[in-house]
């Protein structure tokens, strides 16, 4: 029932309390355990405070050190029985932490990685740990963090980085599932603030179209295969409203079928046909690369000789238009459906790979605006 603030022009390793339900009063009076709360770091140099957290305990971190306020579980902090006790001295970024299954995820100091910071009953103590020790060339000196928690469709927790160089990274996390993953998310423009309403991921972009630089708010739609698309159902050739994507190269699909690029001018573009639902906007490529091959025989690994994946077996749900290493998995059947727009595919399909290689790497991808989502791999290995 307290507001808090910390790390001001002047003292930037204090914090302060407001009097319990009255935010606006900071009176410390004589102490009683309702009023105002004024604590200083005690600590050997001046760390100055970053955030303020509320997390199972309150935890400050500073410029050179993480710290928490232990307290009795069903007792309040007070004026005389708060205590902020450093823990670790990583320190951290001016940019707000997020919590995820009770951990509190923060910026490191030096802007090259993502900490999660978990109290251990073991120890009786906070302990910081890297969680982006595979993936430090995504984090590149953050400028804010989100998180969107799983929903109804979607058990999985994601964080997303906003970069200062306008891409994001983004971390894929469920704890009960030892998942663990980043990715990075860039598009044409640069990403320069992002926020989460409700689980719905909006992001605003610059970009610099006719040598007008525009900023755009984009709003993370799962039914959307393109970016800063626009969508609505045909009553003539021209398709309008494109000025936001004046001169840029755009992707067309009409009732679910891709149609040939199009240059945006005059804000409109002319398709083949006057009917059915559109979607036209600019492309994105996912993409996913496989970790070198390093298998284990019984004379030792053998990452420094030649092997061969032999064939894959790629698990998809509802997706089209998959590529491994430039083979398409089939959507269609010739005679069958080959003219008709395609359907979103659940399956596992096979491929075959030629030639034997030192890495034996696996590149996944897509070069047209349709579902795509990969659920697992399967390889069959030559040594």
């Known amino acids: 029932g307290r507001l808090w603030f910390g790390g001001s022009r002047d003292l930037p390793n204090t914090v302060w309390a407001s009097v319990v339900n009255d935010f606006f009063n900071f009176d410390a009076g004589i102490g009683r355990d309702d009023e105002a709360i004024d604590v200083t770091l005690d600590t050997d140099q001046v760390n100055a405070i970053q955030s303020i957290y509320s997390n199972r305990a309150l935890q400050v971190f500073t410029t050179g050190a993480e710290f928490y306020a232990p307290q009795t579980i069903g007792q309040p902090l007070t004026p005389s029985t708060i205590t902020i006790s450093p823990q670790t001295n990583l320190g951290a970024k001016r940019v707000r932490p997020v919590t995820i299954d009770g951990v509190t995820l923060f ?14 009953n073991d ?96 709003m993370e739609d799962g039914t959307l295969n393109t970016d800063s698309a626009s969508t609505g159902t045909l009553s003539s050739t021209t398709i309008s409203g494109l000025s936001h994507l004046e001169g840029e190269t755009v992707k067309v699909k009409i009732d679910g079928a891709v149609q040939l690029d199009k240059i945006v001018s005059g804000g409109q573009i002319t398709v083949d046909t006057d009917t059915g639902d559109y979607e036209v906007g600019l492309d994105y490529s996912p993409l996913i690369k496989t970790m070198p091959l390093n298998v284990q025989t019984q004379r030792g690994p053998n990452w420094a000789r030649k092997k061969k994946i032999a064939r894959v077996g790629v698990q998809t749900y509802l997706s089209n238009g998959v590529i491994v290493n430039g083979q398409r998995l089939a959507d269609k059947t010739i005679g069958l459906n080959q003219f008709d727009a395609p359907e979103p595919q659940t399956n596992l399909g096979r491929i075959h790979i030629l030639g034997w290689d030192l890495q034996a790497q696996l590149t996944i991808t897509q070069n047209t605006p349709m579902p795509w989502q990969i659920l697992s791999l399967a390889l069959e290995i030559a040594v």
Request: glycine share 4%; proline share 2%; net charge negative.
């Open 107 to 120: 910026l490191q100091r030096t802007g090259k990685s993502l900490n999660q910071y978990v109290f251990l």
């Open 123 to 218: 120890l009786q103590a906070n302990e910081t740990r890297s969680v982006s020790i595979l993936s430090p060339q995504l984090i590149n000196n953050p400028v804010q963090m989100y998180a969107s928690r799983g929903t109804e469709t979607d058990d999985a927790n994601y964080v997303y980085i906003v970069n200062s160089d306008g891409d994001m990274a983004v971390f894929n996390t469920l704890i009960t599932e030892d998942v663990k993953a980043f990715t990075r998310w860039t598009t044409n423009g640069n990403i320069k603030s992002a926020a989460v309403v409700d689980n719905v991921v909006y992001t605003m972009t610059e970009r610099v179209i006719n040598s007008v630089t525009l900023y755009q708010i984009d």
